[in-house]
Every structure is written in structure tokens, then in C-alpha cells.
């Protein structure tokens, strides 16, 4: 019997940080822009006082409410949303501080970040416009975009486990195949 590799710190430490090298995921932020990112600035900050912040770039995560088609480019109207590892915008959008308009001066189709799309966009600061939302005022902070990730769409998709493999139970009452009340 052959007896198993023994593993040394030094060797372990490698196998470790090969992993993790490979887990670290592409950037959001371009190496160009990566200097000029404001750190410390929060969403909260920015949206109580967005004139005073003007010129600065941030990070700011969220999911897509419209994109408007404008001669200016594309307005998208996002609803901030912390992100959770690799800038990506986490699924609860309760954890949500407000909502921030971003503009895109290049062409951008709004069918292509249709609502509901998660964003993590790298942006300049412009300031603030104000506009309705539903009955009331709201002032929005607005962005330039610099850079702009769109994340995949999560599916979320029953789980069938044995033993139903398919969304059909056999109903003891009934004596046939019926639908699986939790489908469709």
C-alpha cells in the first residue's frame, strides 16, 4: 500500500492561494478608474448631500427600476441596494437606502437592462435632480456611468428531490397522476 502525500505548510499554503486566486473574479472596477474611486464615500452621505460630492467616483450597487432612451443617452433609474461579494447587488431589497439615476452618455439599449436587472456601476458624481415618484418629490443623486457590470439574471426554479422528480404526485384519494400543487 502506497502511503499518502504529506502535505507541508509551505505546499498547503500554495494549494490555498491558488484557490483563492481563482475565486477572486474580474474586477468591476477598470484599473484605469481604480485610483480615482472614493472609498469612504456612502450612499447615505452621498444621497443627503449630493452637490457637495460632485466630481467624486464611487461604486454603487442596485437593481434596475426604467431605462430611459434620451438624446443625452440612457437614463437608468436604480434601486440602491448594498452589494455582497464581488460588488455584485444582493437579492434583498430591503436592505435598500434609496434610489439614484445614473446616465449612460453612449448608446445603451434600455431593452437590454430591462427591470429587475441587478447593476454594480462605477460612476462620477453630478448631482441631484428632483422629479416625481408617484405622489410626492423625490431628489434623486445622479451619476455619469464609467463603468457599468450588468450581473446575471438569478432563476429561481423548483427543486424536485425523490420522490418527485417531476411536478406529478400520485394522489391517494384520487387513484391517478395529479399536478404537483406547488407548480406551475
Known amino acids: 500500500m502506497v502511503a499518502p502525500p504529506r502535505w507541508t505548510s509551505s505546499s498547503l499554503w500554495l494549494v490555498v492561494t491558488a484557490l483563492l486566486s481563482g475565486c477572486a473574479g474580474e474586477s468591476v472596477v477598470p484599473s484605469s478608474l481604480e485610483t480615482e474611486i472614493d472609498r469612504t464615500l456612502t450612499f447615505s452621505q452621498l ?35 448594498p ?33 429587475g436587472t441587478r447593476v454594480t456601476i462605477v460612476g462620477e458624481v453630478t448631482g441631484s435632480t428632483t422629479l416625481r415618484l408617484d405622489e410626492s418629490e423625490y431628489t434623486y ?10 450581473w446575471p439574471r438569478v432563476e429561481m426554479r423548483p427543486h424536485w428531490s425523490y420522490p418527485h422528480y417531476v411536478p406529478y404526485y400520485w394522489g391517494p ?12
Open 47 to 81: 444621497k443627503e448631500s449630493p452637490h457637495s460630492y460632485k466630481g467624486r467616483h464611487l461604486v454603487l450597487s442596485g437593481e434596475i427600476l426604467t431605462a430611459k432612451l434620451l438624446q443625452a443617452g440612457t437614463r437608468l433609474e436604480v434601486l440602491q441596494i
Open 141 to 150: 443623486p445622479t451619476l455619469e456611468i464609467k463603468n457599468l457590470k450588468v
Open 83 to 115: 452589494e455582497e461579494h464581488l460588488k455584485e447587488a444582493s437579492l434583498d431589497r430591503t436592505k435598500s437606502q434609496g434610489r439614484f439615476m445614473a446616465l449612460q452618455r453612449e448608446f445603451l439599449d434600455p431593452a437590454t437592462v430591462p427591470p
Open 173 to 184: 384519494f384520487w387513484g391517478r397522476w395529479r399536478p404537483y400543487p406547488y407548480c406551475c
